[in-house]
């Protein structure tokens, strides 16, 4: 088996991975009805989440830095599939949050450790590809994994999708023992270490491109199962499609992210994708109320937030290579921070206001990361005088030939 179809056996998995994380956005109203908790406390079980991954997965990295990466993803899928089936075994508010946790801090073990994987048994020239491709498996847990989810749980029971998950799981286990090959452990990386590069101004701005991405992002998809039920006015069916439709494009758009970084570089595939998506969350506010726009622009808003994906994994890659699982670790936790505040943002927003602000709040802070991201890459600054200088002698030299 050659490299490119090991990198999609791992996409595989990532799709097991994602449909665990992403599900709890398309089951929310039915999970809060069932636990007995209001919308917004529902929505916290992504902010716990995101909270564990976030400050669980570089410490767990650091332990496990001599750990083959072979075997690490294996322990991580075991313990992945322990959290799927204390899902359907337990009930209650208190249990889910505890099985999210162990969800969390597996899925970010081994989402880190696959990238890693994945942009090693690339060649140099595809690496974004090979980003793209895990990304590809997460994005099609928005295709097929949330909205089966939501149809089973609708039919029969959420808890139920858990435990389909674990099973599934333990094919992923398999999965991976057979098809990816043992790969090296990176130099051990202290915390200490892995902080001080938080003081590199770069590495510090692409982060924080991140935290305005993703918590834009994270604003408006927590609650996107209830927008479009109560503000948009679907049906359960229409939801579902809605959901299948958002996943499609989220595939497109990752593809394409990955394409685009190798092809144009990333600079552009990044402010490009982000621009794009703050202006549609713009547009599904202003056309929230009428179903056949907000179909359309929810594929457009799933397909420019997913380009960011891989074009942003990969910038970071490039800023620090020697330290790629590092970085990768670290854009991973800011990543699930920003879910975190996105849920707990969009809590208040729906309890303090209203449901259809959540879009409006979420375009701005994507608008923001677009800015500073254009900031950071020099679109903003001004020319030097040299290069002035240089396109004023080259203009010059124009002007005179036209003249002969």
Do not use: C
Request: aromatic share 10%; proline share 3%; glycine share 10%.
């Amino acid at each position: 088996m050659n490299n490119a179809w090991k990198i999609y056996m791992l996409a595989i998995v990532s799709f097991l991975v994602g449909t665990s994380e992403f599900i709890i956005a398309g089951i929310l109203d039915q999970v809060a009805a069932d636990v007995s908790v209001s919308l917004a406390a529902a929505g916290q079980l992504i902010t716990v989440y995101s909270l564990a991954y976030a400050f669980g997965t570089p410490f767990l990295m650091a332990a496990t830095a001599k750990v083959d990466r072979k075997r690490l993803m294996i322990y991580a899928l075991a313990v992945f599939v322990v959290g799927n089936f204390a899902a359907l075994a337990f009930s209650g508010y208190g249990f889910l949050i505890v099985s999210r946790i162990i969800l969390a801090l597996s899925s970010g073990v081994f989402v880190v450790t696959s990238l890693t994987v994945a942009a090693k048994l690339a060649r140099p020239e595809k690496q974004g590809s090979a980003i793209a491709t895990l990304v590809m498996g997460f994005s099609t847990a928005l295709i097929v994994g949330v909205p089966l989810g939501r149809l089973i749980s609708s039919l029969y029971n959420w808890q139920l999708v858990f435990g389909a998950i674990g099973l599934l799981g333990v094919l992923g286990i398999a999965l991976v023992a057979y098809t990816v090959p043992r790969t090296e452990s990176e130099r051990p990386i202290p915390l200490r270490d892995q902080i001080r590069l938080l003081a590199n101004p770069k590495i510090a701005v692409a982060l924080l491109v991140t935290l305005f991405w993703i918590g834009g992002y994270s604003i408006t998809y927590t609650y996107i199962s209830p927008f479009l039920l109560d503000i948009t006015g679907l049906s359960e069916r229409w939801v579902s499609i809605g959901l299948f439709a958002l996943g499609v494009a989220s595939l497109i758009g990752s593809k394409l992210g990955g394409f685009g970084t190798d092809k144009w570089g990333f600079r552009r595939t990044l402010v490009g994708g982000m621009s794009l998506h703050a202006i549609i969350l713009v547009l599904i506010s202003l056309f929230a109320h009428s179903a056949a726009f907000v179909i359309p622009l929810l594929m457009l808003w799933a397909f420019a937030a997913w380009s960011s994906g891989p074009t942003q994994q990969y910038h970071l890659i490039t800023l620090a290579p020697e330290a790629s699982s590092i970085m990768l670790s670290l854009n991973s936790s800011v990543l699930q921070l920003a879910m975190a505040a996105g849920a707990g943002i969009g809590g208040v927003i729906v309890e303090q206001t209203s449901l259809a602000a959540v879009s409006w709040i979420g375009a701005a802070g994507v608008a923001v990361a677009a800015l500073v991201a254009a900031s950071a890459f020099g679109y903003f600054r001004p020319a030097s005088a040299a290069l002035r200088r240089k396109e004023a002698e080259l203009a010059a030299k124009l002007g005179a030939q036209d003249l002969g």
